[in-house]
């Protein structure tokens, strides 16, 4: 699977919009962006993905650069909820394993 | 919503000692994984299943780990000879053919003592 890049942490404000960056420069053309995240003490929970369109659903949107090279998840309005570690991984096909990296770990202040 | 279940929440075991750790995934997924996470790590893989067979594992996986699904509805992994390294949270996974969502149980809290 290829490389990402993520931020360490980053920091909002409740009811706040958050977006979470991610950079895979080496991405290939069968690849899917996918965001889990991994809220305390609980296993990874599916977000969102897509391959090149901009996506929407009831959690998240995400925005996937033209060039595909980076993407980035986008939190409408953060809740405290939301506090979790967010992980971009590429995977290019059915049954693979993910491959988690150390992920973004998001704060949210009341 | 279907959602895929582990048990137990928490097994403590002696160091040696064999422990199976079950889940349940999603009734008509088709591809089973299991997942570690030591305690303020990364999440890692360690074998992914598929037509009753093995289809992925990686090198954590060795020979004293075994996978299995028993019946229909069970998956589960089986550690042999559990060594302190062992302990950790282990996640099961599943997903079905597409759109290939892996979907995470809550995990089973291994502690080897």
């Known amino acids: 699977d290829a490389k990402t890049t993520q931020p360490n942490s980053m920091e909002s404000n409740e009811e706040e919009p958050v977006h979470l960056p991610c950079n895979h420069s080496?991405?290939?053309?069968?690849?899917?962006i996918h965001w889990y995240r991994q809220l305390p003490s609980q296993g990874p929970e599916y977000v969102i993905h897509?391959?090149?369109s901009n996506v929407n659903n009831r959690m998240a949107s995400l925005a996937i650069a033209e060039d595909r090279k980076s993407s980035t998840l986008i939190l409408h309005r953060a809740t405290l909820r939301d506090a979790a570690v967010y992980y971009c991984?590429?995977?290019?096909?059915?049954?693979?394993?993910?491959?988690f990296g150390p992920g973004t770990r998001l704060s949210v202040l009341p | 919503e279907p959602e895929v279940t582990q048990t137990p929440s928490h097994q403590v075991t002696q160091m040696g000692q064999e422990v199976i750790l079950r889940c349940v995934p999603i009734?008509?997924?088709?591809?089973f994984y299991w997942y570690r996470q030591i305690l303020g790590q990364k999440v890692e893989f360690l074998v992914s299943?598929?037509?009753?067979?093995?289809?992925?594992k990686s090198e954590i996986f060795d020979d004293q780990f075994s996978v299995e699904r028993p019946d229909g509805s069970n998956f589960t992994l089986k550690i042999r000879s559990t060594k302190l390294e062992d302990s950790a949270m282990y996640f099961c996974?599943?997903?079905?053919?597409?759109?290939?969502?892996?979907?995470f149980g809550p995990g089973t809290r291994l502690t080897v003592l």
């Open positions: 996974a599943s997903s079905d053919y597409f759109p290939d969502t892996q979907y």
């Open positions: 299943f598929y037509n009753n067979e093995i289809s992925e």
């Open positions: 009734s008509n997924h088709l591809y």
């Open positions: 080496t991405i290939s053309g069968t690849d899917y």
């Open positions: 991984i590429l995977r290019a096909g059915y049954g693979q394993n993910f491959v």
């Open positions: 897509g391959l090149t």
